[in-house]
């Protein structure tokens, strides 16, 4: 199902365009197929411009050209996977780690395309996936009881060290659950945008164009309300 997302996210890419490319599981499968593309020499002139360390090492072994976002500019498209995908086409992203480098690389971008498969589509954000939230170490612990008092659980991602998991950027990160989803989005936004401390959230409200899902019964398209 993921591979056919990547497919079809594939082939909306054009000649010459500068591209924001993604992380995640599903992403990898656009780049294979983006790669497929330019070695025919359908592509020429495309650049792309990564959103994590993984994501830099699988383009460059795949011969996709890449700059970095000063370098490239203004970019025409990002494609990019999500962690939940709400009616109206709000996004949870971050269960991986690069949400603040993917929000600034979407933001870069006039066009933002995600890429799913179906268990992705909730009714809900917040309704399956916890919403991680990018702190900065510095007194991170005092940040857990006024997310709880938001409504949420929150609980410091640990790394396989045993560790608190540090972002790209030295962060580290609060996944914060809503029983029953985040009842009011814009609100929760603009909490966590006026904390001292908190880096960035993996709320990506308004900012998808469209979102490519494959199911069993094949692929379809997600449109802004």
């Not at 970019?75 to 780690?97: F, N, R, S, Y």
């Not at 268990?119 to 900065?136: H, I, M, Q, S, Y």
């Amino acid at each position: 199902m993921k591979r056919l997302a990547g497919r079809e996210a594939a082939l909306r890419v054009e000649p010459g365009m500068r591209l924001g490319l993604g992380t995640g599981t599903t992403v990898a499968h656009f780049l294979d197929h983006l790669a497929a593309r330019i070695r025919r020499r359908e592509l020429p002139g495309v650049v792309g411009v990564a959103t994590s360390a993984r994501t830099e090492m699988a383009a460059r072994g795949l011969g996709i050209p890449l700059a970095t976002l000063a370098e490239a500019g203004s970019l025409d498209l990002t494609v990019d996977g999500a962690d939940e995908v709400a009616p109206g086409l709000d996004l949870i992203k971050g269960l991986g780690g690069a949400l603040l480098r993917e929000k600034i690389v979407a933001q870069a971008s006039r066009r933002m395309v995600v890429i799913a498969d179906d268990t992705k589509v909730v009714p809900r954000l917040g309704a399956r996936a916890p919403l991680p939230v990018e702190v900065t170490p510095f007194a991170h612990a005092s940040h857990l009881e006024w997310l709880g008092e938001l409504g949420s659980e929150p609980r410091l991602r640990i790394g396989a060290d045993e560790r608190p998991y540090r972002t790209a950027n030295g962060n580290y990160i609060v996944d914060c659950r809503f029983e029953g989803g985040i009842p009011d989005l814009p609100a929760l936004e603009r909490g966590l945008a006026g904390r001292a401390g908190v880096v960035e959230s993996g709320l990506f409200l308004g900012m998808a164009e469209c979102a490519i899902v494959a199911g069993a019964d094949g692929v379809w398209i997600l449109s802004r309300a």
